[in-house]
């Protein structure tokens, strides 16, 4: 049973996100306002924020005095929003305890930035820290939601480009099939608290306009997960998403790369970056965080 901070936050969700929208511009305007309202951002004492321009891309540096590790983690917000200062609580945690610095590039959004815009963002700043000095194996690409579809994308180009990879990637509910063919975008059309099947619809147009939907820059899941870093994957299983990270699991799996999964019932959409208002959040976060320091 989901906790009463997990409850309360999926009908708060529930009320502000999830509309029918007329128009593309209602749609964009309704999600740019919600993830713009003033969201509780404590970060824990002994961090220092700084913004930095990393490869052109404006960014949000959050960081220990002396970190040990680096995380590249890109936001939600339907590639047409999300805005860097909800992400200070999660990433402050994840540098407490991983003893890192977290790095939050605010990527290029549709629909004022055409596709590819927002992967080409994130490809840069992750090669500029590799070109910077930061060493392979003491960086991770974390993302969710939206996030979680370029932190794929980010992986499966860098290996195509012979770009050195990181020690893992770990997708929160990844939007991993833009074509809208898994199953449970339409049977948790109802059940998912923030998003829906003409929702994700209706941003997939938005970003990607006439671009194919298969394309696997859009789309990982239709391309090759051969040769990437261990993964591990968020989902709950009442997401219009669910199906996107089992696939994304079975497919890499099934080309060699260690996957894990870490899902829960009942539980609104990306809730490990919600650890401001979800006990389970804070909770799954440490296990992510356990998860990218087993692999040092």
């Known amino acids: 049973m989901a906790s009463a901070s997990a409850v309360a936050a999926k009908a708060t969700f529930r009320a502000l996100l999830k509309r029918d929208f007329s128009s593309d511009e209602a749609a964009v305007s309704h999600f740019r306002r919600i993830l713009d309202l003033p969201f509780p951002a404590p970060v824990p004492r002994g961090l220092s924020i700084d913004p930095i321009s990393i490869a052109g891309v404006p960014c949000e540096r959050v960081a220990v005095r002396r970190p040990e590790i680096t995380i590249l983690h890109l936001h939600g ?13 999660f990433a402050g945690a994840l540098a407490k305890q991983l003893k890192a610095e977290v790095i939050l590039p605010d990527y290029r959004l549709a629909p004022e930035h055409r596709f590819p815009a927002a992967p080409e963002d994130c490809l840069a700043v992750y090669r500029s820290l590799l070109e910077c000095g930061v060493e392979a194996d003491k960086l991770a690409v974390t993302g969710d939601s939206a996030g979680g579809n370029l932190t794929l994308v980010t992986l499966q180009t860098a290996r195509d480009l012979g770009i050195a990879l990181p020690r893992c990637g770990v997708a929160i509910s990844p939007g991993a099939d833009i074509s809208g063919r898994l199953p449970s975008w339409r049977e ?4 998912d608290a923030m998003l829906s099947y003409d929702t994700i619809q209706t941003m997939a147009k938005i970003y990607l306009r006439d671009h194919p939907r298969d394309d696997p820059r859009a789309s990982p899941l239709h391309g090759d997960f051969t040769g990437l870093p261990p993964l591990l994957l968020t989902v709950s299983d009442q997401e219009c998403l669910r199906d996107d990270a089992y696939a994304v699991a079975a497919k890499a799996r099934s080309q060699g790369v260690r996957v894990e999964m870490l899902t829960r019932p009942d539980l609104p959409h990306a809730w490990p970056v919600l650890n401001a208002l979800i006990g389970e959040a804070r909770e ?3 296990r992510i965080g356990d998860f990218i320091d087993s692999l040092a």
């Not at 590639?79 to 909800?86: D, E, P, Q, Y």
């Not at 948790?188 to 059940?191: F, V």
Request: charged share 40%; net charge positive; glycine share 16%.
């Open 77 to 89: 917000g339907a590639f047409i929003g999300g805005r860097l200062r909800t992400y200070r609580p």
């Open 284 to 286: 799954d976060l440490r």
């Open 188 to 191: 948790n059309d109802r059940r």
